[in-house]
């Protein structure tokens, strides 16, 4: 807990420092992706909101979001929030202690963010304008590739190249929603979701086709709101 919360006053720092006119300060993707890192793998009370936070600090510095204070149009870096940024926020937002139709709701706006941007790569439409993701020395190179270990099999490094590199909602998002729903005890919502995963399917859309956990999800869903009903 102690190590998040000086991560956090950490990221947060930077952006006071940035905004005063210290350009270097800037919090790169990196930096970012840490923060929201940690905060997924702790779990602890208070993450969910600070991850939310941060998630849309990343949406207004991009230009995603037209409400914010910052000016995405000089922000140094591309911090266009990726798939693994938007499901580690989803992820704590359905194991919150309470959830609620309001945060069923919030959690269907990030999900429609995924698939607008999902939509832009596919017509080959970049939303970061080529920006750098972290800072470089022209000397040293690329310093923005990760080597994996050998023991990673083609299919996991795929999907984990997708989920830095692509925005676009996946199976993770969808079955993280509906989980969400069922927590909120929204029956008719998540079978709205369910419905939703069928159609993208069967129109081409590999990523989000339901499989066992989909199903089971609205089950369950769908079961325990009828116990509570009898």
């Given at each position: 807990m102690h190590s998040e919360l000086t991560l956090i006053l950490i990221h947060s720092l930077l952006l006071q420092l940035y905004n005063k006119g210290a350009e270097r300060c800037a919090p790169d993707l990196i930096t970012f992706s840490t923060v929201l890192n940690t905060l997924w793998r702790g779990k602890d009370k208070g993450d969910e909101a600070r991850a939310r936070e941060i998630l849309e600090v990343m949406l207004r510095l991009s230009g995603l979001l037209a409400d914010g204070n910052e000016d995405s149009t000089s922000f140094p870096f591309d911090v266009v929030p990726r798939n693994k940024h938007f499901n580690s926020t989803l992820a704590l937002m359905a194991n919150k202690q309470h959830v609620d139709v309001k945060a069923l709701g919030h959690a269907q706006w990030y999900v429609s963010i995924m698939e607008k941007l999902g939509e832009k790569e596919e017509r080959g439409e970049k939303q970061s304008q080529d920006l750098p993701q972290t800072?470089?020395?022209?000397?040293?190179?690329?310093?923005?590739?990760?080597?994996?270990?050998?023991?990673?099999?083609?299919?996991?490094?795929?999907?984990?190249?997708?989920s830095e590199t692509s925005s676009a909602a996946d199976i993770i998002t969808y079955n993280t929603l509906l989980s969400i729903a069922a927590r909120a005890k929204e029956p008719e919502k998540a079978?709205?979701?369910?419905?939703?995963?069928?159609?993208?399917?069967?129109?081409?859309?590999?990523?989000?086709k339901e499989d066992t956990v989909s199903f089971n999800t609205v089950r369950d869903c769908i079961i325990v709101s009828v116990c509570e009903m009898s």
């Open positions: 800072y470089r020395d022209p000397e040293e190179g690329d310093n923005g590739t990760s080597i994996d270990p050998p023991t990673v099999t083609e299919e996991e490094r795929e999907r984990v190249r997708i079978e709205e979701i369910l419905e939703e995963m069928i159609k993208k399917s069967a129109d081409g859309a590999s990523k989000v």
